[in-house]
């Protein structure tokens, strides 16, 4: 049985008040997770993300705001949820 079947049947099982004490720790875990991203980056990094369109976008971390970073790429300059984006370690310019 994987994670997410034993997750549906938990969820399956589970009365109004256990289903929003589930989705607030959902919540709470996304936020650390971007929170430890933003910590992480730093200004002149390189990252990637995908973009409303379904394409990769790589540039560099231009600024770091409080949940989203200003990343400068071919395109221009795109305001990025820190949760989207991924360090690069190599890019062809």
Not at 4 to 16: C, E, H, P, Q
Request: hydrophobic content about 35%; overall charge neutral; charged content about 35%.
């Amino acid at each position: 049985m994987t994670a997410n079947d034993v997750i549906k049947k938990a969820i399956d099982s589970s009365d109004m008040k256990e289903l929003k004490s589930i989705g607030d720790l959902i919540k709470q875990r996304k936020e650390n997770i971007s929170q430890q991203i933003m910590r992480d980056l730093k200004v002149g990094d390189r990252v990637q993300f995908e973009n409303r369109y379904g394409e990769i976008q790589v540039g560099t971390v231009r600024k770091k705001n409080i949940k989203r970073c200003v990343i400068d790429t071919h395109d221009g300059g795109w305001n990025v949820p820190a949760s989207m984006l991924q360090a690069v370690e190599e890019w062809d310019e």
